[in-house]
């Protein structure tokens, strides 16, 4: 990295130098959150780039998706054929902290790029492998996306509500965002045992598995104890807590007696206190059908606005709902910050969130739009050449 470069550079990963041969969604995510953390994150590309620069919803000869998962990292073009290119690659890694790519399993390895290669080149390497369905087994080697993890997972019945209902796509694709987020957490987790040990090691993580241990947190309590595991999945109250109200929908989430209270006195109810089918959470819990069809009798008829600002004003958990359009422009994200606004030298002005955390001691505000194809790939490949680690 320039000397420019680098001072424009800031957050808490700065000076943490990342290799990229991920494409697609789950690895350059995970890849964009270190960056936005201050990593400089060499994204290494083919010829014809990440196959999402090739995806609709384009202007400026770039697509929304390329640039909304790959901000802040430089591009190199590079050919994984060419003996050449693969030793740049290495050349890269001896001064980089990170390598993190998301072939299918054993392509590394046929490439060269393997771990016990590029381990033996930097000990102190972090090399995150990231697969759809995991590392051996049945599927190991099948091509996998999205729907197939949410199908395989489960996830499709946990959206559907029960195991008999139609099993449903989650309406994005989850398991690709939530792996990036996953990724990105263990490579600074790896990265920290480091600092305590003096050795990088290698990290492995299939979007199946972590989509598994998503769902078990809330989703697999009939499957917990050993003996007693459920048949069948009924219903889960937590599918359908939207109710159509006058004007619009309303998320109302009633978890504690006190908000059961709450609704009762915020709806002008308080008859429902005495149904002995609610009286106790557990109860609630068991009678959630009967429960969740008289609270949408309750509010079907009262104006979304006048109820929405009733509920907030007696403690019920709730919220609106919202469209995508309504979401960004909705006050609490402002007062968040949460939407910044930028330009890109071709594409124009843009529109995403900061990075979701923030850091107060290190703060981590330095945003570069998302880099043109191979647009670093002379200044990256004089750094591997001098091995510069700056």
Same mark, same amino acid.
């Given at each position: ?9 800031? /957050? %808490? $990963?700065?000076?943490?130098? =990342?290799? #990229? ?9 995970? +890849? ?104 051996? /087994? %049945? $599927?190991?080697?099948?091509? =996998?996306? #999205? ?9 499709? +019945? ?233």
């Amino acid at each position: 990295m320039t000397q420019s470069e680098n001072l424009r550079r800031n /957050g %808490p $990963l700065l000076g943490v130098r =990342v290799v #990229d041969l991920t494409a697609v969604v789950s690895g350059p995510m995970s +890849t964009m959150i270190l960056a936005d953390q201050g990593a400089d994150v060499i994204k290494i590309e083919r010829a014809e780039g990440d196959f999402t620069r090739h995806v609709a919803t384009r202007r400026g000869g770039h697509s929304a998706s390329y640039l909304n998962n790959n901000r802040n990292k430089r591009s190199v073009v590079a050919d994984l054929k060419n003996p050449d290119d693969i030793e740049m690659i290495k050349s890269l890694v001896k001064t980089a902290d990170v390598f993190i790519q998301n072939f299918r399993p054993g392509v590394v390895d046929r490439l060269g790029l393997g771990y016990e290669v590029l381990s033996a080149l930097n000990p102190r390497l972090v090399y995150m492998s990231i697969s759809g369905f995991g590392f051996d /087994g %049945p $599927l190991a080697n099948k091509p =996998v996306y #999205d729907p197939l993890i949410q199908a395989l997972s489960a996830l499709t +019945t946990v959206q559907a509500g029960s195991d008999e209902e139609r099993p449903r796509l989650v309406r994005t694709i989850l398991p690709d965002k939530l792996t990036a987020v996953q990724a990105s957490q263990a490579v600074t987790a790896a990265l920290f045992a480091r600092e305590r040990t003096g050795q990088g090691q290698k990290v492995t993580l299939s979007m199946l598995d972590t989509v598994a241990a998503f769902l078990w947190a809330s989703d697999m309590n009939g499957h917990t104890f050993v003996g007693d595991e459920m048949e069948k999945e009924e219903s889960q109250s937590f599918h359908d807590l939207i109710y159509r109200v006058s004007g619009g929908y309303l998320s109302i989430s009633i978890m504690q007696n006190k908000h059961w209270e709450a609704l009762a006195q915020a709806t002008g109810r308080p008859d429902i206190l005495e149904d002995e089918r609610f009286k106790t959470t557990e109860l609630r819990d068991i009678n959630r059908h009967a429960r969740l069809e008289l609270t949408q009798t309750i509010v079907q008829e009262i104006d979304r606005d006048t109820l929405l600002a009733e509920l907030e004003k007696a403690g019920v958990p709730c919220a609106a709902v919202l469209t995508r359009q309504e979401m960004r422009q909705h006050p609490q994200l402002h007062a968040n910050g949460m939407i910044v606004e930028y330009d890109h030298p071709s594409a124009g002005r843009l529109r995403q969130t900061r990075p979701a955390a923030v850091f107060h001691g290190t703060p981590a505000t330095d945003l570069r739009p998302a880099p043109e194809l191979g647009e670093h790939t002379d200044a990256v490949r004089a750094e591997a050449q001098s091995g510069d680690a700056s």
